[in-house]
């Protein structure tokens, strides 16, 4: 028995078989790749109200977001995507960091407990 025949229908599925793939691939990475808003927040920080109190350091390890702060004592945070905000538990408290746009700062629980600005 001789092979069908390839129609034009035929000649065409693998091409939108591999444009879907493509586009597939794109959105599966700008899903799983949230950096671009969370690198605002990586890097080390200080108090701004209180300098003296030693220095942050924001960082992505793996999947996890750190928090080490002065003497090394480290937290592990949430990136939450629909609040633009650093999520953490410490010492049975909830904490929040957000960045101020308007001058580079992080509010700690929304500025009640201080702000941070960026040390190089």
């Known amino acids: 028995m001789p092979p069908p025949k390839k129609t034009k229908k035929m000649r065409t599925t693998p091409k939108v078989l591999i444009a879907l793939n493509f586009i597939a691939i794109i959105a599966t990475q700008s899903c799983l790749n949230p950096s671009s808003k969370l690198d605002k927040f990586l890097g080390k ?5 209180d300098p003296e109190k030693g220095e942050w350091l924001i960082k992505k ?3 996890a977001i750190l928090l080490i702060g002065p003497g090394k004592d480290t937290v592990v945070a949430m990136y939450d995507k629909k609040t633009d905000a650093l999520k953490f538990w410490a010492f049975w408290s909830k904490g929040v960091v957000t960045y101020n746009k308007k001058n580079g700062h992080l509010l700690l629980n929304n500025g009640k407990d ?3 600005k960026r040390i190089k």
């Open 45 to 49: 920080w200080k108090k701004s109200d």
């Open 114 to 116: 201080g702000e941070a």
């Open 61 to 63: 390890e793996d999947h």
